[in-house]
């Protein structure tokens, strides 16, 4: 299949008069090689709808068009997301295409057109990578599955295991939803602009999560507030959330985690304890 090389991601951002920014964290793959990776690896088929965040130019599109059922781009940029049909029907793929022009910390799957996606495939804004996918996943409970490139060290966050030492609130909130891993690393070069960062891939794939009484926005409460101060213990790192030291310490004895550990020794199911034993 045609896909988008650097001499035509250069010639649509020159039509387009496009230069990236920063702030949206445009920085676009170059090189087909690596998108052909990212479909490989999510193992997407045509059963599968595909959500993707920050489509650009459509590199990533393009692949995914040819391995999905169908693709929902969203992207915030309304020069790029008016472009990429236009990029799509070069290619007799528009079919499998629906562009959703919007933020996608606000999407809902009301927004979807209809649609519910099984796989988030996506090379991720980085300023804003954990906030989106954790958002996607709340929000969209169809997904099952996803892969998205984000930067290197946020890829180490959102795969480690409790005693870590870069285990911390991205990675216990990702594994209130999915089971995640990291998928391998990404080089700069394949971007056009190059950044200044290494990439890495994650892998998701949903799982219900622990079975608890609390809700979800009060098992997220109990992960902000451990983390808030790492260095201390979780009697003391507790003390605000639960009214007073001795108050922490007895939710978490009664959720059978010592008063004295810190919160990056603690798995998803131990904070959904703890917020069981205060609720």
Same mark, same amino acid.
């Given at each position: 299949?045609?896909?988008?090389?650097?001499?035509?991601?250069?010639?649509?951002?020159?039509?387009?008069?496009?230069?990236?920014?920063?702030?949206?964290?445009?920085?676009?793959?170059?090189?087909?090689?690596?998108?052909?990776?990212?479909?490989?690896?999510?193992?997407?088929?045509?059963?599968?709808?595909?959500?993707?965040?920050?489509?650009?130019?459509?590199?990533?599109?393009?692949?995914?068009?040819?391995?999905?059922?169908?693709?929902?781009?969203?992207?915030?940029?309304?020069?790029?997301?008016?472009?990429?049909?236009?990029?799509?029907?070069?290619?007799?793929?528009?079919?499998?295409?629906?562009?959703?022009?919007?933020?996608?910390?606000?999407?809902?799957?009301?927004?979807?057109?209809?649609?519910?996606?099984?796989?988030?495939?996506?090379?991720?804004?980085?300023?804003?990578?954990?906030?989106?996918?954790?958002?996607?996943?709340?929000?969209?409970?169809?997904?099952?599955?996803?892969?998205?490139?984000?930067?290197?060290?946020?890829?180490?966050?959102?795969?480690?295991?409790?005693?870590?030492?870069?285990?911390?609130?991205?990675?216990?909130?990702?594994?209130?939803?999915?089971?995640?891993?990291?998928?391998?690393?990404?080089?700069?070069?394949?971007?056009?602009?190059?950044?200044?960062?290494?990439?890495?891939?994650?892998?998701?794939?949903?799982?219900?999560?622990?079975?608890?009484?609390?809700?979800?926005?009060?098992? !997220?409460?109990?992960?902000?507030?451990?983390?808030?101060?790492?260095?201390?213990?979780?009697?003391?790192?507790?003390?605000?959330?639960?009214?007073?030291?001795?108050?922490?310490?007895? !939710?978490?004895?009664?959720?059978?985690?010592?008063?004295?550990?810190?919160?990056?020794?603690?798995?998803?199911?131990?904070?959904?304890?703890?917020?069981?034993?205060?609720?």
């Amino acid at each position: 299949m045609d896909l988008l090389g650097p001499v035509e991601i250069r010639n649509l951002a020159k039509k387009l008069d496009l230069r990236p920014t920063k702030k949206l964290g445009q920085n676009f793959v170059i090189d087909g090689g690596t998108v052909r990776r990212i479909v490989r690896v999510a193992e997407v088929t045509t059963d599968d709808v595909v959500i993707e965040v920050g489509p650009g130019l459509g590199s990533l599109t393009l692949a995914l068009l040819q391995a999905a059922g169908h693709v929902v781009a969203v992207e915030i940029d309304p020069v790029l997301a008016a472009q990429l049909p236009e990029t799509v029907a070069t290619r007799d793929l528009g079919a499998k295409l629906t562009v959703v022009g919007m933020d996608a910390m606000k999407l809902s799957a009301s927004d979807l057109l209809g649609y519910s996606p099984t796989a988030l495939v996506a090379n991720l804004p980085y300023n804003v990578s954990v906030p989106v996918l954790l958002h996607l996943l709340e929000s969209l409970p169809s997904l099952q599955k996803g892969l998205v490139m984000v930067q290197a060290e946020v890829a180490d966050r959102l795969a480690a295991g409790p005693g870590s030492k870069v285990y911390g609130v991205p990675s216990v909130k990702a594994a209130w939803y999915a089971d995640v891993r990291r998928a391998g690393p990404v080089g700069r070069s394949v971007f056009w602009p190059v950044p200044n960062v290494d990439s890495g891939l994650v892998s998701l794939i949903r799982r219900d999560p622990p079975e608890t009484t609390a809700t979800r926005e009060q098992v !997220f409460a109990v992960i902000d507030a451990a983390f808030a101060q790492r260095r201390k213990t979780l009697r003391a790192a507790l003390s605000s959330w639960a009214g007073s030291p001795s108050r922490a310490e007895e !939710f978490l004895r009664t959720a059978g985690v010592d008063p004295s550990a810190r919160g990056e020794q603690l798995d998803i199911t131990s904070f959904t304890r703890i917020a069981e034993a205060a609720a």
